[in-house]
């Protein structure tokens, strides 16, 4: 875990590990840069802290060595971007949606070692704190915050053909979705948690289907729950994703779990 907001609205410096099976915290580091609202993801042993506020949006890339010890600013996205998601499949990580302080970033970029980053695609409708996953082909970015000011979310459920680089808005949620986290477990794409309507932390776990684009109801999470860091760990059936933190009526310092039954 990485980055994120502690009491009193600071930016966290802090980095732990911790140990699926138990729970229990294995490591205890710190980052170059405190920040919030960034994006994580992973390139062969390394992973890097990408982006996110500290006071203003930072474009700074953070790598953090597999065997521990403080993190380093190794790389700089093309623009600063806080409330911007990411994803990693097969070796490719895309970083979608954020806001650079003034304008919301509606370029998609890809990148293969987290330090060097080209634009693969851009965004019919530019978001910020989207849900975002790879499957069947496509990067799929769910929600969002549409504006500057993050005060008005989106139900729109926009593809992006990773072939060609064409995107269109595909589907759209019943209600309106923001700060929710998308992960893929045996194949299949969920989007866990969120604000619904932009007001209110749900409990709500939908499904993706990636032929039409369309989401329907898959279950419920242990509790409400919107903004929060998720990854997951196994492969195939065995497969399990961990929600870590987040925020509902307070700040959650709880990990709940999503595995298919």
Known sequence: MASGLED??????TV???????????????LSEGVHDAAGIVSGTTDFVVGGGAGAATGSVQGLPATGGAAHVVGS??????DLSAVT???????VGGFSGTTMARAVLLTRDGRTFH????????????AVAVAAGALWVIGGRTDPGGSTTTD??????????RAAVVSHLAASLSDASAVTLNGTVFICGGDRSGVTATDQVLRLDT???RVKHAGRLAYPVADFGAAVLGSG??????LVGGENSTREARVQTLRIA
Not at 8 to 13: E, F, K, L, P
Not at 119 to 130: E, G, K
Not at 156 to 165: C, E, F, M, N, S
């Open 16 to 30: 732990m590990r911790l140990r699926a099976s138990t729970g229990r915290r294995t490591g205890r580091w710190a």
């Open 211 to 213: 032929a039409t684009g």
């Open 119 to 130: 634009t693969v695609a851009r965004l019919p409708i530019p978001v910020r704190y989207a």
């Open 89 to 95: 499949a097969a070796g490719t990580s895309y970083i």
């Open 156 to 165: 729109a459920v926009q593809r992006i053909d990773l072939r060609t680089g």
């Open 8 to 13: 009193g609205d600071v930016s966290a410096s």
């Open 77 to 82: 996205l093309p623009q600063p971007r806080s």
């Open 237 to 242: 059936p065995s497969a399990v994703a961990y």
